[in-house]
């Protein structure tokens, strides 16, 4: 057992093993790093709504940093997924009412021009 044991530490030291296990530990090191950095930014993101999103351009859009046509684009792209958003509520009921309220408003809004 003890000769085993001192040739597989002997061969461990040639050159070319010695390369393939560096080269393992570094890529094993690498895939665990990755995956704590996305898991652990994956947990930070915070998802804005296409609502969010269109509020963000509205403001950067009054600010004058895009254009009316700019504008236009965006609003009608997020316009889309907004009323998507807001057709998913489950029925008309109190608690919902204000949702397809809003889903009636944002039909209008993307309709409408900036």
Same mark, same amino acid.
């Given at each position: 057992m003890f000769n085993l044991v001192?040739?597989?530490?002997?061969?461990?030291?040639?050159?070319?093993?010695?390369?393939?296990?560096?080269?393992?530990?570094v890529l094993i090191t690498i895939v665990v790093a990755a995956y704590f950095l996305i898991n652990w930014r994956d947990r930070n993101k915070q998802t804005m709504?296409?609502?969010?999103?269109? =509020? +963000? @351009? $509205?403001? &950067?859009?009054? !600010?004058?940093?895009?254009?009316? =046509? +700019? @504008? $236009?684009? &965006?609003?009608? !792209?997020?316009?889309?997924?907004?009323?998507d958003e807001l057709a998913r509520a489950d029925s008309p009921d109190d608690a919902n009412l204000t949702k397809f309220h809003g889903l009636n408003e944002a039909k209008r809004f993307v309709s409408r021009e900036p």
């Amino acid at each position: 057992m003890f000769n085993l044991v001192a040739e597989a530490w002997r061969y461990a030291h040639e050159p070319l093993p010695k390369g393939i296990l560096l080269f393992t530990a570094v890529l094993i090191t690498i895939v665990v790093a990755a995956y704590f950095l996305i898991n652990w930014r994956d947990r930070n993101k915070q998802t804005m709504t296409a609502n969010e999103h269109l =509020s +963000e @351009f $509205r403001e &950067i859009h009054r !600010r004058g940093m895009i254009s009316d =046509s +700019e @504008f $236009r684009t &965006i609003k009608g !792209r997020l316009g889309a997924r907004i009323v998507d958003e807001l057709a998913r509520a489950d029925s008309p009921d109190d608690a919902n009412l204000t949702k397809f309220h809003g889903l009636n408003e944002a039909k209008r809004f993307v309709s409408r021009e900036p």
